[in-house]
């Protein structure tokens, strides 16, 4: 199924499926993260909210040879892991507000994220994909100054400013991706495209991230995990290309659809 979570006309928090001829239904929850049937009931979406509500969004650093390449930097040897926080969350076709303290620095970084759907801790590479409960499109919106200067040798403050978690528009679940490491990501900023490249090109694949990230270390349901961007960020450009008040940044990922997202 393709999930989208939405506030509808009556303004409640819905789950509605996306159709072959694009209309929303309504899906009964049977508990968080707990899909039911679908319904007949069709959705009025007056709101786009992230498909869930993250309990922890995890990131990934440094996982495409490309972006390494564009900054001049060495393969890691480990993955490269920071946190975003859960209230950075945003939803498709809300606004990417650039934060009050940041200047010319806010920068768009579209990726594939997985959600995972059960309480995992020390899991095998081989059964890594079990605990997943489906893909959804990420902006790992970062700005780069508090990044690399202003956040004490951390990235979190950098990339953890409210609304620079946007996710959505949909939560694919897994019955309809087969391989999450073969699926082409693009980025769009305005009409040019910024970015684009295959999951397949990943330095650490997603079963070896989950299983790495589990390691004595229990991912809950509700985990998002973020798994790096490909190359063409716009700090690499030259010149620099940032974004700006007017902006409108498209990701998409195959078979997973498009995440929108305006700049102010």
């Known amino acids: 199924m393709k999930i989208a979570r939405v506030v509808d ?14 209309r929303l239904l309504r899906v009964e929850t049977d508990g968080p993260l707990q899909f039911g049937k679908t319904t007949q009931e069709e959705v009025a979406v ?21 972006h390494i390449k564009e900054l001049g930097h060495e393969l890691p040897e480990y993955p490269v892991v920071f946190m975003k926080n859960p209230a950075a969350a945003l939803g498709h076709l809300e606004t990417i507000r650039i934060p009050q303290v940041c200047g010319d620095e806010v920068d768009y970084e579209g990726e594939l ?9 020390n899991t095998p590479k081989e059964q890594a994909l079990d605990y ?16 690399l200067e202003k956040g004490g040798s951390q990235w979190c403050r950098g990339k953890g400013f409210d609304n620079f978690a946007p996710l959505g528009a949909f939560l694919v679940t897994t019955d309809e991706i087969s391989d999450p490491n073969s699926l082409t990501i693009e980025t769009r900023l ?13 330095i650490f694949d997603i079963p070896t991230l989950i299983s790495f990230l589990s390691q004595d270390t229990t991912l809950l349901p509700g985990t998002v995990i ?13 010149p620099r290309r940032l974004l700006q008040k007017g902006d409108i940044v498209r990701i998409e990922i195959a078979g997973i659809g498009q995440l929108i997202n305006p700049v102010e």
Not at 51 to 65: H, K, L, M, Q
Not at 132 to 147: E, K
């Open 9 to 22: 006309s009556e303004n409640k928090i819905i789950y509605a499926a996306e159709q072959a001829d694009g």
């Open 46 to 66: 007056s709101r786009w909210l992230p498909p869930i509500e993250p309990r922890t969004i995890i990131c990934i650093g440094a996982n495409y040879a490309g």
């Open 113 to 121: 994220a997985v959600v995972i759907g059960k309480k995992c801790c």
């Open 190 to 202: 305005n009409s040019e495209t910024v970015q684009k490249d295959n999951t397949a090109n990943m």
């Open 132 to 147: 997943v409960l489906g893909y959804t499109a990420a902006n790992d919106v970062s700005a780069r100054l508090w990044q």
């Open 226 to 238: 973020l798994t790096g961007t490909p190359q063409g960020i716009g700090w690499a450009r030259k």
